[in-house]
Structure formats: C-alpha cells, structure tokens
T-cell receptor
Framework: QKEVEQNSGPLSVPEGAIASLNCTYSDRVSQSFFWYRQYSGKSPELIMSIYSNGDKEDGRFTAQLNKASQYVSLLIRDSQPSDSATYLCAVNFGNEKLTFGTGTRLTIIP | GAVVSQHPSWVICKSGTSVKIECRSLDFQATTMFWYRQFPKQSLMLMATSNEGSKATYEQGVEKDKFLINHASLTLSTLTVTSAHPEDSSFYIC????????????FGPGTRLTVT
C-alpha cells in the first residue's frame, strides 16, 4: 500500500524562527511531491512542488527532496503568525492521483 | 494563474433532495478533475477522478449512483449528490490538473453542504 506519513503535531514555533515539516513516503518510484497549506475551514492551497532531488526555494519556503531516503521536507524561514495552518504533504505515486498525508498542524507563537 | 472556482460555496438542503456542485478551471484547461470530501478535523478523502469526456473513476466505498460526476468540458466538472441525507453533510472540494505542464493539482475553495 502506498502511504505518506507526517507527524500530526501540533508543532509550535516562535515567530521569526524556522519551521521544519517532514514527510516520508513508501514507494521509491514516486516522481512528484507537493506541499499544501490548509487553513481551518478552507481548502488546500499549493505552496511548493518538487520533482528532483535537492532543494527548491520559493520566497520563505524551501522544499527538500531525498528520494534515496524517501523523505521530503518543507522549511519555512522567518515564520509569521499567518503561517499557522495545517500543512499537507502529497505524493504522486504514478497513478494520476495524489496521496495525502494526514497533515501537520503548525502554530507560530508571536 | 491556476484558479479553480466552485459554486455554490455553501448550500443547505432538505433530506431526500439532490444538490449539484460546479467546479470550473478559470484560466487553464483541466484534463483531469478530482472530487474530495472532508469531514471536520479529518483528512481529505478522494471520492473520484474524472477525465474530460470519460466516465469518472470512483474510489472504493464511494457510491457512484449517489455521487454523480460529469466532466463535460475541459473547464467544467459537476458533482451531484442525489437523495442527500444528513450523513452527506460535509465539505466537498474539487481540484483540477491540466495544461500547465506538471502534476500539480489546484483546489477550488470548496462547498459546504448541510443536509437537514
């Protein structure tokens, strides 16, 4: 069974610090990986996609992918209270669908 | 770019009636659309995948006769909840993937359905 695992949290980080969110997945042949942010009562919003090993940066967000270790992470620099949300890791296992983790709830403490 | 809309954003209906939810990709062509359901404090649950012009593929446990999906064009998919019951009350969210070059799915804002 293809699975995506995340620590459900909650993860509390002081404002201005780096928040680190982690995700592992079960299938080595996975090709594409995504991070979504979901505020309470809202739908998910795509933050980052990553397809190749290494780091990908977009503003305060950096996604890191290590296919050998089957691990993808999201770093949020200079965390802001508005970053408080649930972060969903999603993996395309090659069957058109995305498999989502259960999400990590992040709270930024002012 | 990559904007997906849903209509209505919320709906209240009586038990036994049917409700139609529309999902539109506004600035790209969506070759594939997905329908999810999310109960409070729970994960997203994929209900079905639809490709333009084809029958939808439903996930195990989702009743295809109850949740009718039509993907008639590259910018529009509809979900009809037939003979709705209170247990169908949930947050229904569509997503679209298409002509933008990657595997990214872009989500609509969701439709909150309450069945009384």
């Amino acid at each position: 069974q293809k699975e995506v695992e995340q620590n459900s949290g909650p993860l509390s980080v002081p404002e201005g610090a780096i928040a680190s969110l982690n995700c592992t997945y079960s299938d080595r042949v996975s090709q594409s990986f995504f991070w979504y942010r979901q505020y309470s009562g809202k739908s998910p919003e795509l933050i980052m996609s990553i397809y190749s090993n290494g780091d990908k940066e977009d503003g305060r967000f950096t996604a890191q992918l290590n296919k050998a270790s089957q691990y993808v992470s999201l770093l949020i620099r200079d965390s802001q209270p508005s970053d408080s949300a649930t972060y969903l890791c999603a993996v395309n296992f090659g069957n058109e669908k995305l498999t989502f983790g259960t999400g990590t709830r992040l709270t930024i403490i002012p | 770019g990559a904007v997906v809309s849903q209509h209505p954003s919320w709906v209240i209906c009586k038990s036994g009636t049917s409700v139609k939810i529309e999902c539109r990709s506004l600035d790209f062509q969506a070759t594939t659309m997905f329908w999810y359901r999310q109960f409070p404090k729970q994960s997203l649950m994929l209900m079905a995948t639809s490709n333009e012009g084809s029958k939808a593929t439903y996930e195990q446990g989702v009743e295809k006769d109850k949740f009718l999906i039509n993907h008639a064009s590259l910018t529009l998919s509809t979900l009809t909840v037939t003979s709705a019951h209170p247990e169908d009350s949930s947050f229904y969210i569509c997503s679209a993937r298409g002509s933008l070059g990657g595997d990214e799915q872009y989500f609509g804002p969701g439709t909150r359905l309450t069945v009384t």
